[in-house]
């Protein structure tokens, strides 16, 4: 059984900060596997409510679709490179390698 109910976003309008997945200290190519299949798996569908998370009905963007789109920028991928992973929506796309930013 699903539910189909939106769910509210915070009060002021943003995402809770406290709640957000850390990042890991270094971006290894496992991180980024889970990373793709986050955004994939987690991308935007229209509802009669707004946008939500197309795997659990959060309001989009969830909590893992935002670390996902994180851990991937840190890898070096702009944001036009991940909407097409996202267009794609193959979880297990490679994604060229590219070097790693430090986390700071």
Same mark, same amino acid.
Request: hydrophobic fraction near 40%; proline fraction near 9%; include cysteine.
């Given at each position: 059984m699903t539910n189909s109910a939106v769910r509210p976003v915070t009060p002021s309008?943003?995402?809770d900060v406290l709640r957000e997945?850390?990042? $890991?200290p270094?971006?290894? @190519?496992?991180? %980024?596997?889970?990373?793709?299949?986050?955004?994939?798996?987690?991308? $935007?569908?229209?509802?009669? @409510?707004?946008? %939500?998370?197309?795997n659990d009905a959060s309001p989009y963007p969830c909590r893992l679709h935002r670390w996902g789109r994180r851990v991937l920028a840190l890898r070096g991928l702009p944001p036009a490179?991940?909407?097409?992973?996202?267009?794609?929506g193959d979880p297990v796309a490679p994604v060229a390698s590219r070097?790693?930013?430090p986390v700071a």
């Open positions: 309008g943003g995402h997945i850390p990042l $890991p270094y971006v290894t @190519g496992e991180d %980024v596997q889970f990373a793709v299949r986050a955004v994939v798996v987690h991308a $935007p569908r229209r509802w009669s @409510g707004g946008t %939500v998370c197309r490179e991940i909407d097409a992973l996202v267009e794609r070097p790693t930013r």
